[in-house]
């Protein structure tokens, strides 16, 4: 009873750590400390976590910190390019990038390294070509209405209606080309 009782403390000890950690996670608050290729950078976890599938989202989802290679101020040390990081970063944190050609293949590698396919779209790179298209109605409403929106000039274009105006969506991106019913 005794050896049990110890056990279930244990347990209970490591969910109250669990949630504690957790609890920081959902504030959002907690600031993280990264020494990448010998770039400093300062943000919160949140940003870090703001695409849960990737690398960073999971590097930092707080499950497996305690085996992340620190340097020697206890930052967190990645060992990639530190200044594609910088532009990797101020997308996670939705600031506009401008990179120059060179700079740009060196972020999408990284990125995709990293698993972080909206850079590559913020980039223009992603599938459909940096385009977003807004196709159809609402749950409740029959539209026609097709329009896209280009991610590199940030304008939206009005498209020719589809024929049958549709609830919900009526297009795909199949191979970087937009399908639609006419």
């Not at 959902?26 to 703001?50: C, F, K, M, P, W």
């Not at 972080?116 to 385009?131: N, R, T």
Request: proline share 3%; aromatic share 6%; with cysteine.
């Amino acid at each position: 009873v005794v050896a049990a009782r110890a056990h279930l403390a244990s347990q209970l000890a490591q969910v109250e750590a669990e949630r504690a950690m957790m609890q920081r996670m959902v504030d959002g608050g907690e600031v993280i400390e990264l020494n990448v290729g010998g770039h400093l950078y300062t943000t919160q976890r949140a940003t870090l976590t703001s695409q849960p599938q990737s690398v960073l989202g999971v590097m930092f989802s707080g499950r497996w910190e305690d085996g992340l290679t620190r340097d020697s101020a206890g930052r967190v040390f990645i060992d990639r390019d530190g200044e594609a990081f910088g532009a990797v970063l101020a997308v996670l944190r939705r600031e506009s990038i401008q990179p120059t050609a060179d700079m740009e293949r060196r972020v999408l590698e990284l990125a995709d390294f990293l698993g972080l396919q909206c850079v590559a779209e913020v980039l223009g790179k992603g599938p459909g070509g940096g385009k977003l298209y807004a196709v159809g109605g609402l749950p409740q409403s029959h539209m026609a209405r097709c329009e896209m929106f280009d991610a590199t000039t940030k304008i939206w274009t009005t498209l020719p209606d589809m024929s049958t105006p549709r609830c919900f969506m009526g297009a795909a991106v199949l191979h970087d080309n937009f399908h639609r019913e006419l």
